[in-house]
């Protein structure tokens, strides 16, 4: 199947997201890998990650960016080598679950995260929410916001990347409607309370979020 979406999120950034209907054979035909990523391809287990993988190049190629423009820094964290004679700073975030992949672009560092709603998401939410946001929602509902909270924190921590961070001892989100599509969210570690800007929406029985970092750092936090 083709690019299933584009949405523009700002002025310099846009989300893709590709339905991962065909096998295999037929994704693997149509991208080029560098060996680290044909290594890192043979040593998936699962055929549904390696088809993730495999379609997050083919989100790739729509750019005009090959496997070989994508490269990992040393804690795992993706990166895109800029087009042409361009000096802007790119920014890529990637996320797969199941059916679908995802990347994002921008020029802002931005954190994206995939979900699948699931019952299993309301259950562990006291693990790393405040449940009192859930308060008052039908069944469906809790499992809508529940998916988002999550989708708000990892990517947070795509962002920062740091070791340590807790997703309830240091990501607080503040309390939102599903309806507005928009939140906002708060990293306190290191002495350091950073603030983010989120926008999320549905895509069939997934949830996309998007984390933006604003620039307005403070030092206040103890």
Not at 183 to 195: D, G, M, P, R, W
């Amino acid at each position: 199947m083709p690019l299933h979406k584009v949405q523009i999120l700002s002025k310099t950034t846009k989300l893709y997201l590709w339905k991962i209907t065909e096998d295999f054979d037929t994704l693997f035909n149509q991208v080029r890998l560098k060996p680290s990523a044909l290594e890192r391809l043979k040593s998936m287990k699962s055929q549904s990650h390696q088809k993730g993988f495999l379609a997050v190049r083919m989100l790739l190629q729509h750019n005009d960016y090959t496997d070989f423009d994508l490269f990992y820094d040393e804690f795992g964290k993706p990166h895109i080598k800029p087009q042409g004679c361009s000096i802007k700073d790119v920014q890529i975030s990637i996320s797969h679950s199941n059916d679908f992949s995802a990347i994002v672009i921008s020029e802002q560092k931005v954190g994206l995260d995939l979900e699948q709603l699931k019952d299993k998401t309301l259950k562990i939410a006291p693990r790393f929410m405040d449940v009192l946001h859930l308060e008052g929602l039908p069944e469906n509902e809790k499992i809508k916001k529940a998916t988002v909270v999550w989708g708000i924190k990892e990517s947070i921590f795509k962002i920062k990347n740091e070791k340590g961070i807790s997703f309830p001892n240091h990501i607080f989100e503040d309390d939102f409607s599903f309806e507005d599509k928009v939140a906002t969210a708060t990293l306190k570690f290191n002495n350091k309370e950073e603030n983010f800007n989120i926008q999320f929406d549905s895509v069939e029985d997934y949830i996309f979020v998007c984390a933006f970092e604003e620039n307005n750092h403070s030092n206040k936090f103890r």
